[in-house]
């Protein structure tokens, strides 16, 4: 019997080259498995049969966008994720679960080995086979653009020679992956970091610098997660959904930047991420509002390791599994409504309010009405001046 190799698929060029090509080289049967994560494009009905027109002995479609939001997005939004301070996470959040689904299909087929599209001097490489290693250690992987020395020269002309049902002749100038919670693109003219992107970059967000009425959308968040736009009740992918056009309409969450690869290398990436910014936004608001102050303070530092780690590859790694639990109890009072105006290219926050706020308007106001006893202050301010000033008197001494 023939080993079988499970091929995460997407349905492009390389992927679908590398059904023959697996089948050949590993005299194996290849089980193309194609995880819907809201990333529109192509049916998938379409892909699905693709992959069979290219040899496969099975074709898997899973419908994740639910799950993908639910699971993998919300986390990341009650986190804060910013990788760098500015990336979201696109590519990096749909990996652990593309992978959790691979293994799902090894056992359902009596697949032996994974396989993947990913380059030597990609992250994806490590998202994908970090996941497989916490999974399922013991299957194994093969990457033939990575081990096999695969170019798209060479996969062009071997699609040709087999006559795939691809389109090989057409060679567009980026490398793109996008999904619910957004798009990133690569490669082509971009790799020169002086050249600015153009217009035809973009496919989520439209041009912020043309005039447009503004969109006010009010957020309301329970315990960290999204519930409700402007009252309506929406699951979490119908959130991030609705946020992709809303914001997207209006240039928001469009992003460029140099960036610290895993692998040692720094790569131009440009980034369209509507949806996910403006969440961001409000839920970082909302957190200002209902976080205690060292709290707060605390967590920024563990929404970035989270960050890291998740950019990283260890989705499934103890560390991240602790940091979620401290973040899930961060987020106990993280419930309320933030208003937002989406208008040239920028989601910002012109409103507030929460039953769990710790803002507290008799000690906040300078007028009439103020609480806060300011003949207190004096003696606060000379106790914490206090190490500072008597450091100083020692250097005097020194000077």
């Not at 973040?327 to 929460?354: E, F, K, N, W, Y």
């Not at 009439?368 to 300011?374: A, E, H, I, K, V």
Request: proline share 4%; net charge negative; with cysteine.
């Amino acid at each position: 019997m023939s080993e079988r190799v499970v091929l995460a698929y997407s349905g492009g060029l390389d992927t679908s080259v590398a059904i023959p090509f697996l089948a050949e080289k590993m005299d194996a049967e290849v089980i193309a498995v194609a995880v819907d994560l809201g990333q529109g494009g192509e049916d998938m009905d379409v892909i699905r049969k693709r992959a069979l027109d290219c040899g496969a002995a099975e074709s898997v479609v899973v419908d994740a966008k639910e799950e993908f939001a639910a699971d993998f997005c919300l986390p990341a939004l009650r986190a804060n994720a910013l990788y760098m301070d500015r990336y979201p996470l696109v590519s990096s959040l749909s990996r652990p679960l593309i992978v959790k689904h691979l293994v799902a299909a090894a056992e359902r087929f009596g697949g032996t080995v994974v396989s993947h599209g990913c380059t030597g001097k990609g992250n994806d490489q490590v998202r994908f086979e970090a996941g497989l290693a916490a999974l399922a250690p013991g299957l194994r992987v093969v990457a033939p653009a990575r081990d096999f020395a695969w170019t798209r020269d060479k996969a062009i002309e071997f699609a040709e020679a087999k006559g795939l049902p691809i389109e090989t002749t057409k060679k567009n100038p980026f490398s793109i992956d996008q999904n619910l919670w957004g798009r990133a693109i690569e490669t082509g003219f971009l790799e020169d970091i002086w050249n600015g992107p153009t217009e035809d970059v973009y496919s989520y967000t439209a041009d912020p610098s043309v005039p447009r009425e503004p969109d006010e959308v009010v957020i309301t968040f329970e315990r960290g997660v999204p519930v409700k736009v402007d009252g309506r009740s929406l699951t979490p992918y119908q959130v991030i959904d609705e946020l992709n056009r809303r914001a997207g309409a209006h240039g928001v969450g469009r992003l460029d930047l140099v960036e610290d690869r895993l692998v040692g290398i720094k790569s131009r990436e440009v980034y369209e991420a509507p949806g996910a910014i403006a969440l961001i936004t409000a839920h970082m608001e909302l957190e200002n509002v209902t976080v205690e102050r060292d709290l707060a303070r605390f967590k920024r530092g563990v929404d970035q390791r989270w960050s890291e780690l998740v950019y990283d590859g260890l989705w499934f790694s103890p560390l991240k599994d602790a940091l979620d639990a401290f973040i899930g109890d961060a987020q106990q009072h993280v419930s309320g409504d933030v208003r937002m105006t989406l208008h040239g290219g920028r989601a910002t926050v012109t409103g507030r309010r929460s039953g769990e706020s710790l803002y507290d308007f008799s000690l906040a106001t300078y007028d009439t009405g103020d609480s806060f006893d300011q003949s207190l202050a004096r003696g606060f301010v000379q106790l914490f001046s206090l190490p500072a000033k008597i450091a100083a008197a020692r250097d005097a001494r020194h000077g």
